[in-house]
């Protein structure tokens, strides 16, 4: 392992009896004497005094998914994605569904080594046109997913990254200019939630979501997973839909997934389909024009229509694109909220719909 694989985000501090690293990636930032691994696992002091990604170079495994899966709707529909992760999560989600991967306390389940320029190579022979950093958080395996992700770029292949967006403000600024997309989980809209049930804070997953947004060249759509009687209160959600509105955009997708009993939260019950539907209904009334439902079957939910004329423009059947109207259209350029970005325009009425479609 290079010793940049290890600077990248270590300092010092000089706490009695003897200095500690202090790993910068979230905004944790542990302080480890060597041999100590900070709260995500994965992430420790080695004897040179440095943080090391212990698990740089290995993974839980590899999967072809749909772009849709990650989810990204308007971020090259109908194409696959080469989906990896590695173990261990800076995040503590009480209802975390790859909970054997993010909670793992041991290298038994990462039994694929794979450098980066393999990675990339392998989704270019397979026909992806992307890499996806999924399963657990990409941040805490952040060296991997860079050094990847600028692998993939040299040969084409669009890096994107599925996180909570639990980061600390500099590795933000510097993850995200390595990622042509990202979808980030804003997991509700209330300090308390954060803290009860994920371990984390919403401000700063907040400030992650604006790093990313205004970062050229990056994607982003954004994901809140509705869990009966946390956060799926009207208040809670007006109050998050307007925060998008108002501090990254209403172009700016937002997908509403549905909650399923999982690790700590057996006893929840699932989220109704009409709960995602007002959710999606309350998104619309602030504003938002892109706002999708996932985890259930919903065409109207699953569409990106038009927020102009209502024209449907991209037709979903749960990951399968069975319409695109935008994606062999004509693509241009605009500067749109301090960054470049593509779109296409609805064939019906010529109106600008953000995101990658080609």
């Known amino acids: 392992m290079g010793s940049e694989m290890c600077l990248r985000y270590s300092s010092t501090h000089p706490t009695p009896p003897l200095p500690r690293a202090i790993c910068d990636v979230c905004p944790r930032h542990c302080r480890l004497a060597p041999g100590q691994r900070g709260a995500c696992f994965v992430r420790s002091c080695h004897d040179d005094g440095l943080i090391h ?87 805490v395996f952040a060296e991997y997913a860079i050094d990847t992700a600028d692998a993939c770029r040299e040969r084409g292949v669009h890096p994107v990254a599925v996180t909570a967006g639990y980061m600390a403000e500099r590795a933000a600024t510097d993850f995200y200019a390595h990622m042509d997309a990202a979808n980030i989980d804003l997991k509700g809209f209330d300090e308390g939630f954060y803290r009860r049930v994920t371990g984390t804070r919403l401000g700063d997953v907040l400030r992650t979501i604006e790093i990313a947004c205004a970062t050229p060249g990056c994607w982003v759509e954004l994901t809140t997973l509705l869990i009966p009687g946390f956060n799926d ?114 064939p019906s009425c010529g109106e600008a719909i953000p995101g990658v479609w080609r």
Request: proline share 5%; glycine share 8%; hydrophobic share 40%.
């Open 233 to 346: 209160d009207a208040a809670q959600l007006h109050a998050e839909c307007a925060w998008i509105r108002d501090h990254v955009g209403r172009d700016v997708p937002l997908h509403f997934s549905a909650f399923h009993p999982d690790f700590r939260m057996m006893d929840v019950p699932s989220t109704p389909p009409d709960t995602l539907a007002r959710a999606r209904r309350i998104a619309m009334s602030e504003g938002l024009r892109f706002v999708y439902t996932g985890n259930v079957r919903d065409a109207e939910g699953s569409t990106t229509f038009c927020p102009a004329c209502g024209e449907a423009l991209v037709v979903r059947d749960w990951f399968r694109v069975t319409l695109d109207r935008l994606s062999d259209g004509g693509i241009h350029g605009i500067l749109h909220d301090s960054a470049t970005v593509q779109y296409a325009r609805c």
């Open 53 to 139: 990604c212990d698990t740089y170079g290995v993974s839980s495994g590899f999967a072809i998914d749909p772009i849709e899966k990650k989810p990204l709707n308007h971020f090259l529909p109908g194409s696959t994605a080469l989906s990896f992760g590695t173990a261990g999560c800076n995040s503590a989600c009480r209802f975390c569904q790859n909970w054997e991967l993010s909670a793992a306390r041991s290298w038994a389940r990462l039994g694929s080594h794979a450098s980066p320029a393999d990675i990339a190579s392998a989704a270019a022979s397979r026909g992806a046109r992307s890499v996806a950093f999924t399963y657990n958080d990409p941040i």
